[in-house]
């Protein structure tokens, strides 16, 4: 009986060479429909942890499904048939069609026109070598759809270079950390810090203050900051209901039916199915496919205040993380070490810079310190090397592998001084609002140490370890002021400087990074709760890496570039898109039918790609183009589509801009966006190219993806 079942499945197996999409009528020529998936019913996890939880790459979908999807693999293994890139109709057209192309009036496609083909309009930059004299079809999409370089549409990161000092890199950072939803009352949690950094993140944020149960009596009370990182509210200028009533809106806002899944992309490499993928200096381990947010519909979160005050009792005495003057829970900064440690150097040497904002008094800081040298002993960098002279250079890159560096402040006496002074001439008692750090915390900041910003002239600072830290609104007015962007850009050659979210982001949102990073700004906290176009960006500039990205000519420390000699060119950007299979549909938009999930005939997608690059001033360029509206989960556009041009587009740093796709329901009037993709400007290839689209919960979706057609070209600009 097996033998016959075995046979059966085989035999359709070689009916279509195509695998079939879980779940939906996918096999052309062959009317089978598979069991639906059911929602997971998993207990003991939250729905925010269920999310962030990496979701693994071919689960198993339920009974019928899972025997006749094994059957099928079994049989292609025993045919000596290799799996295939699961596709639809919907895209096979359109590869059958460019096949037809490729061989001219000849019955099959022969070996030189497929090089012709791979290496010209493709541009690959590596191809295998071609065995056969003539490619049927099926063999035609099977090399072509196996070879990276020519089939997707993101090109792999060369091999960093990590010899340079550490302030030549743009690095993957987060602000707020601890939080999995708004800045007023969502949780906090260890495991953010476990997700983040399994996916690329390397500068995170802890903010440290008194154990609310310890018995510790300090002269120096801490209290909420309020001066140099106004990012607080206290809970007396927000009523406890208006941080309710911002919960209920943003949870029924952002909701979606879809199944708990990951927020989180898988930490495993894709690598190349070929050996035309760029390898790193880090072959041995995985790079991150994607950098991930966490999911915004926790906002509430599952666990109740009640829970979190029991927690508060099981601290020891020791220091919190929370979001002080707020109503976010508490969780134990030894919790958070823990989990770094735990996380932090898994698949990944690159260091890790934590930001410590501190409002413990002197006796918790004591107790930071012990609790950092017993949880990261072995990797923190508590010491100076002797090689390298922390008063007057900066370490490379290289030479921190596996290691944590603290970012703190170093305030003297003298400091303190001076800013009581000021606070009686401004008619208050002190402008400090939190105590002075101690010696033992402020020796840590070896190398990446915090120093307070009062305005341009503090560009001037030499001292090389120093850190700026500002909020978006700060830097704007710097950047925007054009008698200080030269001195603002020849310090971020040398120095370090963060940015920021400003105050008024309670919702999580985000900046858009790239204005900082093309002024050379290396970290730009994002809050990574949030799905949104700045967070779609710091995806695209750091996914396939690990979190540490050279900066571009111009930007680096060993360059005496003017602000204007900075290269540019102008862009010509054609992109046609062709079709799309798979886009991920919430549950509620998903039509059961016998065995099997049907997608929604009413869904009416189209695509809208953006080009992210610097505003040209007065400038009224349309850089939205969108397609015709198309129909149900796998659109078809036709083989005539419409491309969308961006013709003459000025002064593109082509590392520094990016291109976005959002796949969105013409036929919902909001919360439309269903799927997206970015991607750096000079890694978008161009040719015929698959994308690979994310799921608006930031969740990696298996089979989604768009078909499109990519010409770009770049000119030298022309003189004035």
């Known amino acids: 009986m097996f033998c016959i079942r075995v046979s059966l499945c085989r035999s359709l197996f070689l009916v279509s060479r195509w695998e079939i999409l879980p779940g939906r009528r996918l096999m052309h020529g062959v009317g089978l429909q598979f069991g639906r998936e059911e929602p997971s019913k998993k207990k003991g996890k939250g729905n925010f942890i269920r999310r962030m939880t990496t ?81 049927s079809f099926q063999d035609f999409f099977w090399v072509w759809s196996q070879n990276e370089s020519a089939w997707s549409a ?24 601890y939080l999995d939803g708004n800045q007023l009352s969502s949780n906090s949690t260890a495991d953010a810090y476990r997700e983040v950094l399994s996916n690329g993140c390397r500068c995170i944020e802890i903010d440290v203050w008194n154990n609310p149960n310890s018995r510790s009596t300090s002269r120096t009370p801490s209290k909420s900051p309020q001066m140099e990182h106004r990012r607080q509210f206290s809970s007396n200028s927000i009523p406890r209901i208006a941080a309710e009533r911002l919960d209920a809106l943003m949870s029924r806002h952002s909701r979606s039916p879809s199944a708990p899944q990951s927020a989180f992309s898988s930490l495993e490499s894709k690598h190349s199915r070929s050996p035309s993928a760029a390898q790193t200096t880090f072959s041995t381990l995985e790079t991150r496919e994607s950098s991930t947010t966490l999911d915004p519909r926790d906002l509430v979160g599952s666990r109740s205040r009640a829970s979190s005050r029991s927690k508060e009792d099981k601290f020891n005495g020791e220091p919190v993380v929370h979001h002080h003057g707020t109503m976010t829970s508490m969780i134990s900064f030894r919790e958070v070490c823990i989990a770094v440690r735990e996380t932090a150097f898994q698949r990944n040497p690159l260091p890790i810079i934590v930001s410590l904002e501190v409002g413990a008094d002197k006796e918790h800081q004591e107790m ?81 140490h915090s120093e307070h910003f009062d305005d341009h002239q503090s560009l001037h600072s030499r001292t090389p370890s120093h850190i700026f830290s500002l909020s978006e609104d700060c830097f704007h007015a710097l950047a925007h002021d054009a008698t200080k962007i030269r001195t603002l850009l020849s310090h971020n050659r040398d120095f370090f400087m963060r940015i920021y979210p400003k105050g008024l982001r309670v919702d999580s949102s985000n900046p858009d990074p790239s204005f900082h990073w093309r002024r050379g700004v290396q970290m730009v906290a994002m809050n990574w709760q949030r799905t949104d176009e700045g967070m779609m960006i710091n995806d695209a500039m750091f996914a396939n890496t690990h979190g540490w990205v050279l900066k571009p000519p111009g930007l680096l420390s060993d360059e005496n570039v003017d602000v204007e000699d900075i290269p540019r060119r102008t862009l010509d950007l054609r992109i046609t898109v062709l079709a799309g299979q798979a886009i991920p549909l919430p549950r509620d938009r998903r039509q059961l039918g016998g065995v099997g999930v049907m997608g929604d005939r009413r869904f009416r997608p189209m695509v809208k790609v953006e080009l992210h690059v610097e505003k040209q001033k007065g400038g009224n360029q349309d850089l939205v183009k969108e397609t015709v ?20 587009v000025k002064d593109v740093i082509e590392g520094l801009s990016f291109v976005r796709f959002k796949v969105e329901d013409s036929s919902s009037i909001r919360d439309n966006l269903m799927a997206w993709a970015c991607i750096r400007l000079d890694r978008l290839q161009t040719g015929y190219r698959c994308i690979d689209l994310l799921s608006k919960t930031r969740r990696k979706t298996e089979h989604a993806k768009l078909l499109v057609k990519v010409e770009k070209v770049f000119r030298a600009e022309t003189p004035a």
């Open 55 to 135: 979701l693994r790459r071919g689960a198993p979908s339920q009974g019928r499904s899972a025997m006749l999807q094994a059957a099928l693999m079994s049989a292609g293994m025993g045919g000596n048939i290799r799996p295939h890139f699961t596709c639809h109709d919907s895209i096979r057209r359109h590869i059958l069609y460019v096949y037809n192309i490729a061989r001219g009036s000849e019955k099959t496609l022969r070996r030189e026109k497929f090089e012709a083909f791979l290496k010209g309009t493709q541009g690959a930059l590596w191809v295998e070598p071609l065995t056969q004299e003539s490619y």
């Open 154 to 177: 993101v090109r792999r990161h060369e091999e960093l270079d990590a010899s340079k000092p550490i302030s030549n890199y743009f690095i993957s950072s987060s602000h707020n950390t």
């Open 368 to 448: 930071m310190v012990q609790i950092m040298k017993e949880e990261w002993d072995g990797y923190l960098l508590d010491k100076p090397f002797d090689h390298i002279d922390h008063i007057t250079q900066q370490p490379r890159l290289n030479e921190l592998y596996n290691k944590i560096l603290i970012k703190v402040k170093r305030i003297s006496d003298k400091q303190v001084e001076d800013e009581i002074e000021r606070g009686r001439k401004l008619g208050i008692s002190s402008i400090r609002a939190k105590p002075p750090i101690t010696k033992p915390l402020a020796d840590l900041a070896i190398y990446t």
């Open 629 to 648: 509206v198309a129909e149900t989960d796998n659109p078809d556009w036709g083989y005539d589509s419409k491309s969308l041009d961006f013709f003459e």
